[in-house]
């Protein structure tokens, strides 16, 4: 049995916001266990399920930071869950953080960093400075198996109704590796392609979103044959 099983009643279209996060997560930690207490900020947590995982799984004090869901309305959600004293809500933009540099044992993002960091140099600039050294950056974010070309993508621009920004977050990843390049600043000691990819799906269908709903449509076109998650697990040296 999952750890993430015990949340299962929160497995709806009230909390989630696409593929579960929470079940992504699970599997980052187990595939990089971090130690109990850290101080770790959980960018793009959405309504704030890996933001509750992190704190009853691995007892973090944690900052729940989301642009398109407001610091209060996750705090009403965090005092239900009686994890108030333990998660902070945080309403900011990754392009401006509003932390100190070097504060962070970790920073958590899951199926969200594709949306504001696919360009180059964002993750150096923009997100490793609030990293302490020898703190790490877990990601989970969708993606392609391969680099996909010309007709191939027939698919995938009808799936995102043709719009070229939305198309240009699904990346391979080699295309990630490429992006990051090498650093003297940080270490890519982890990537892979998540194995929790069909359970994750499987529970946002379930879930009956309308969004969730659109999606299996194109699951059932053949879309997932080009998809993965992709985990990336990157150091502060």
Request: charged residues 30%.
């Amino acid at each position: 049995m999952r750890k993430s099983d015990s949340y299962k009643e929160l497995f709806n279209k009230e909390f989630l916001m696409g593929p579960n996060s929470m079940r992504l997560l699970e599997e980052m930690l187990d595939k990089y266990p971090i130690e109990d207490g850290l101080r770790i900020m959980d960018l793009g947590c959405g309504r704030g399920l890996t933001s509750l995982y992190l704190a009853k799984e691995a007892k973090a004090n944690v900052y729940a930071t989301d642009l398109w869901i407001s610091a209060t309305e996750n705090y009403e959600q965090f005092k239900e869950w009686g994890i108030d004293e333990q998660v902070i809500p945080v309403h900011a933009d990754a392009n401006d953080l509003p932390f100190a540099h070097d504060y962070f044992d970790a920073i958590v993002s899951i199926d969200s960093f594709h949306y504001f960091a696919n360009k180059r140099d964002f993750f150096q600039t923009k997100i490793l400075p609030y990293l302490k050294k020898g703190g790490v950056a877990i990601l989970a974010m969708p993606g392609l198996k391969e680099e996909i070309h010309g007709e191939e993508n027939a698919l995938m621009m009808e799936w995102v109704n043709g719009e070229e920004s939305e198309y240009d977050l699904f990346h391979s990843r080699q295309w990630w590796l490429d992006l990051l390049g090498e650093s003297e600043e940080f270490d890519i000691v982890q990537h892979f392609d998540l194995d929790s990819f069909d359970v994750a799906w499987k529970d946002w269908f379930e879930s009956e979103h309308e969004f969730a709903i659109r999606d299996g449509e194109f699951f059932e076109k053949g879309v997932d044959a080009y998809l993965s998650f992709v985990g990336l697990i990157i150091k502060r040296v």
